[in-house]
């Protein structure tokens, strides 16, 4: 009966030993978020071009913006890593700005500096209700695409300053600056040009 006990007690030390392997992380590893919201500062003032000679925030675009996109970020020793899993993300973000930002991916990366980041756009849309008057009319409201033209995607390259620590966290935020290129909307055709929306992106480091 007593060797029976102690071959369990043994089996059981084993599985214990086993699980903690398994949840170590590799030495040296980081882990790096993607984040993104629709604008992370002040409401912008720009002009655009077809019918809408000037356009201005009123308090901040309201409504939602969707988009999808995959993202990588450059080592200082110049390899590129892709941070969403050689997977296309969908990402619906409050056009405001108000609330938290939306995490959409988060992946272990090695530890060290990590200094320009690439996202490509497949698709970006946004459903306005309000906050930005186009011209000296109303207020803009509805659909509103980015026109990515023949190729049907944008890419946006940022220079950053990341430092992905051994186990911490380092969060890169997609500000989308919504009010800066929702301005620019042609309201004939109801789209954003692909040179507004890439101007109007940045990439923050949290």
């Known amino acids: 009966m007593r060797g029976i006990n102690v071959t369990v007690l043994a089996a059981v030390l084993a599985l214990g030993l ?59 020793a110049g390899e590129w890593v892709e941070l969403t899993r050689r997977t296309v993300e969908r990402v619906t973000v409050d056009a405001s700005g108000r609330g938290e930002a939306k995490v959409f991916a988060t992946t272990s990366v090695e530890a060290g500096g990590y200094n320009r980041v690439r996202v490509v756009f497949e698709e970006v849309q946004a459903n306005v209700t309000g906050g930005i008057q186009i011209g000296l009319g109303g207020v803009l409201t509805g659909q509103v695409r980015v026109d990515l033209q023949s190729d049907s995607q944008v890419t946006v390259e940022r220079e950053v300053d990341a430092e992905a620590e051994a186990g911490a966290s380092t969060q890169l935020l997609i500000d989308l600056n919504s009010d800066a290129w929702l301005g620019s909307t042609n309201t004939q055709t109801r789209t954003v040009s692909e040179a507004q929306f890439q101007s109007a992106v940045r990439v923050l480091v949290r």
């Open 18 to 76: 086993g699980a903690c392997d398994e949840t170590t992380a590799p030495e040296g590893a980081a882990t790096m978020q993607v984040a993104a919201r629709g604008d992370d500062g002040a409401g912008s003032t720009s002009t655009g071009g077809g019918v809408a000679s000037f356009s201005q925030s009123l308090s901040g675009a309201e409504g939602t913006v969707e988009f999808r996109a995959r993202v990588w970020a450059r080592t200082d």
